[in-house]
Each structure stands twice: as structure tokens, then as C-alpha cells.
């Protein structure tokens, strides 16, 4: 059985996105600034279909959470299409053009009943209405022995860390201070973590974490 996991990108002062998200601004106010360590990559560069970009410790990182999973649990917020029910026309087929990245299953959870989405390159979106629990249980399901990565956002992360659902997680913390946004690490109660690794790079300081005791 694989291990349930989570990978995000962090401010300094703790927040994964910033204030007023919307469908054209998904990340909120001064959101992107987190992933301008990615964005610098090769290897984000060569799967956007772009040349050039820097070779740097942050590339093994980024390759190996590309690899490490075989079913995705999201929120609505992160498959985007706005609040309420879906859209019929267009209908709202995520952030990520006509094939996701995922390759996978991916489990989104959301208050609105919808039929499976397939895309290309593999990725079948599956809207869950019931709860986090049953969404990571039908991603263990689908992962088989592999691993269930907690694709985010900030909501699918706390409920999953506060359920005690989380094997294991690794921050990618970035040094700006946001203020103001959407907090990752709220309301998850008391847990014991052990630092497992710390790797530095340009940006970026990549922490992995393993959870040994439960939340109360």
C-alpha cells in the first residue's frame, strides 16, 4: 500500500495562495511569486514544451514528485470553474488545456454532482460529493499499491491533515512574505512531525516531513 502525501509551495510567513482568487487570478493577489522557483526549471520548461531554463538541486525534487503517485485528490478551488454549480456552456474542464498532467485518476472534491470528465494522456477527473474521506479512500482504490498525492489546495490539505489522513509531506518554502491569502497549516490540530529532509536551492528550501503522531 502506498502512502498518502501532499507537496506545496509556502511563503515564509505561511500562506499557499494569496488573497482574492478567482478563475482569473487562481492563485490570488501575488500568488504566482511562489512558483518562480518551478518556472525557472528545465524540467518545467521541457514538459510546458519550452527550451532553456537552469539544471539546479530543485530539479530531482520536482521530477520525483512528478513520478511518485498513482491517483490525485484535489478541491474544487484547484480544478477551478468557480463557485456553485458547473457551468453546462462551456462546460469547465480544469486549468490545464485538453491533457492535464496528471496521467491519472483525480479525485475532486466538491459540493456539485458531476459525471467523469476523460481527458487526454490518461487523466479522468472524478467529482466526489461526500466527503474527504471517501475521496481518498477511492483514490487509495484506484492508486493501487502506489501512492495518493493531495494535490491541494489549502481546504483538501487541512481537512485531510486534520482527519489524520497523511502519511508524509514536503514544503517547498519561499522566501516572500505574502501577508495576507489563504494559510496552509490552519486548523489540523496538534501533530508531531518528523524532519526528514532539508534540501536548499536557488528560491526555494525543499523540507519533508513525516507525520508520527496523529492530530487531537
Known amino acids: 500500500m502506498g502512502k498518502v502525501w501532499?507537496?506545496?509551495?509556502?511563503?515564509?510567513?505561511?500562506?499557499?495562495?494569496?488573497?482574492?482568487?478567482?478563475?482569473?487570478?487562481?492563485?490570488?493577489?501575488?500568488?504566482?511569486?511562489?512558483?518562480?522557483?518551478?518556472?525557472?526549471?528545465?524540467?518545467?520548461?521541457?514538459?510546458?514544451?519550452?527550451?532553456?531554463?537552469?539544471?539546479n538541486p530543485s530539479t530531482a525534487v520536482f521530477e520525483e514528485a512528478q513520478s511518485s503517485y498513482g491517483a490525485v485528490v484535489m478541491g474544487r478551488n484547484m480544478f477551478g470553474g468557480g463557485p456553485g454549480p458547473w457551468r453546462?456552456?462551456?462546460?469547465?474542464?480544469?486549468?490545464?488545456?485538453?491533457?492535464?498532467?496528471?496521467?491519472?485518476?483525480?479525485?475532486?472534491?466538491?459540493?456539485h454532482a458531476r459525471k467523469p470528465l476523460r481527458m487526454k494522456g490518461g487523466t479522468t477527473f472524478f467529482f466526489?460529493?461526500?466527503?474527504?474521506?471517501?475521496?481518498?479512500?477511492?483514490?487509495?482504490?484506484?492508486?493501487?499499491?502506489?501512492?495518493?498525492?493531495?494535490?491541494?489546495?489549502?481546504?483538501?490539505?487541512?481537512?485531510?491533515?486534520?482527519?489524520?489522513?497523511?502519511d508524509d509531506f514536503q514544503l517547498h518554502v519561499v522566501p516572500v512574505l505574502l501577508g495576507r491569502g489563504e494559510r496552509l497549516l490552519e486548523g489540523v490540530g496538534t501533530q508531531e512531525l518528523e524532519q526528514v529532509e532539508v534540501i536548499p536551492a536557488p528560491g526555494v528550501t525543499h523540507i519533508t516531513y513525516r507525520i508520527v503522531g496523529r492530530p487531537r
Do not use: C
Not at 486549468?95 to 479525485?107: I, R
Open 6 to 55: 501532499f507537496q506545496l509551495s509556502v511563503s515564509l510567513d505561511g500562506y499557499s495562495a494569496g488573497p482574492q482568487r478567482s478563475e482569473e487570478n487562481p492563485i490570488g493577489v501575488d500568488g504566482m511569486k511562489l512558483f518562480d522557483w518551478l518556472f525557472a526549471l528545465e524540467a518545467w520548461h521541457r514538459l510546458s514544451g519550452l527550451e532553456g531554463g537552469e539544471i
Open 88 to 111: 453546462q456552456d462551456p462546460s469547465w474542464n480544469g486549468w490545464w488545456g485538453d491533457e492535464p498532467p496528471y496521467h491519472t485518476p483525480v479525485f475532486v472534491l466538491t459540493h
Open 128 to 166: 466526489v460529493t461526500d466527503g474527504i474521506e471517501s475521496a481518498l479512500e477511492q483514490a487509495k482504490q484506484a492508486a493501487a499499491h502506489e501512492n495518493v498525492l493531495i494535490g491541494g489546495g489549502p481546504s483538501v490539505v487541512q481537512q485531510s491533515l486534520a482527519a489524520g489522513l497523511v
